[in-house]
């Protein structure tokens, strides 16, 4: 069975912070999964502004 894991990238402003999964990018930040989901919800993004930013990047296949 294949399952789909998103790859993005966060950045602050216009540079780009680091790239891989919500978990990968969590552990580059030392902080938890969900304060980098968060992110991604409208209030995540109204929250900081034009400071951090999370793209969605691709949807990498990953088997498993």
Known sequence: M???KPI????QGDQNICDG???EIATHQHVKRDS???LKTPSGKR???SGLCLV???EDDCFG
């Open 56 to 58: 969605l990047i691709e």
């Open 21 to 23: 999964t919500i978990d």
């Open 8 to 11: 993005y990238a966060l950045y």
């Open 36 to 38: 980098i989901s968060f």
């Open 2 to 4: 294949t399952k789909k």
């Open 47 to 49: 929250r900081h502004g």
